[in-house]
């Protein structure tokens, strides 16, 4: 009788960054080269505040700040709970759906 070859498995972690963070996915996910990213942010983080708005049953305030490499959105929304900033930074999940989220790591918490 001949013995047979078994295979050893291993289990090992590895970053999902490059999932979410290289240039061929988010050009994938967004659509659009690298040069119309900052158009695309514009557009997604506008898009949360109507949505913010209208789920609070207010009329939407929205200022739009562009300077250099910065980009700020700034609207009368709710603001997001502490738990969805809280993992705004992992690269394991997003939040989005009904309820307005982001995956951006620098939002302001409601109280």
């Not at 490059?18 to 695309?40: C, I, N």
């Not at 980009?71 to 502490?82: K, R, S, T």
Request: aromatic residues 4%; glycine residues 8%; charged residues 25%.
């Amino acid at each position: 009788m001949s013995a047979t070859a078994t295979l050893a498995r291993e289990t090992f972690r590895t970053s999902r960054l490059l999932e979410y963070f290289s240039e061929k996915e988010l050009t994938l996910q967004t659509g659009h080269e690298p040069d119309r990213w900052p158009e695309v942010a514009v557009k997604e983080l506008v898009d949360n505040a109507l949505d913010a708005a209208e789920e609070a049953g207010v009329l939407p305030d929205i200022a739009i700040e562009l300077t250099g490499d910065r980009i700020v959105v700034a609207d009368n929304g709710p603001g997001l709970p502490a738990t969805v900033i809280e993992g705004a930074s992992s690269s394991s999940s997003s939040t989005s759906g009904s309820t307005p989220g982001t995956t951006w790591p620098s939002c302001r918490a409601r109280a």
